[in-house]
């Protein structure tokens, strides 16, 4: 059974920086598209950035397009996303969301705050 654990979430100031990391375990990682998302309450889960199975394809939503990076190291089993100039309205909760074929696995969250 695929899991996914996402981590690194936390209380930041406007401008600075968060790494995040979704740890993957039960699968062949490197079958698996994986996406970040994020959801704030009474909101739409929405699409932040995406990353092919081997890493070479990546995808964002615009207003993430130079602020935030998403990578993947597959020995690790492990994919990343890099948030900088962090901004109060990136506060949410972030999942992430790993796909192959018809199969689909999200994560359990990770709580982002920006403080103004």
């Known amino acids: 059974q695929v899991q996914l654990l996402e981590s690194g979430g936390g209380l930041v100031q406007a401008g600075g920086s968060l790494r995040l990391s979704c740890a993957f375990s039960g699968g062949t990682f490197s079958s698996y598209a994986v996406g970040w998302f994020r959801q704030t309450p009474g909101m739409e889960r929405e699409f932040v950035a995406g990353i092919s199975g081997s890493g070479a394809m990546t995808d964002y939503k615009d207003s993430m397009k130079g602020r935030f990076t998403i990578s993947r190291d597959n020995a690790k089993n492990t994919v990343y996303l890099q948030m900088n100039s962090l901004k109060p309205e990136d506060t949410a909760v972030y999942y992430c969301?790993?796909?192959?074929?018809?199969?689909?696995?999200w994560g359990q969250g990770t709580q982002v705050t920006v403080s103004s």
């Open positions: 969301n790993a796909h192959f074929i018809l199969s689909v696995y």
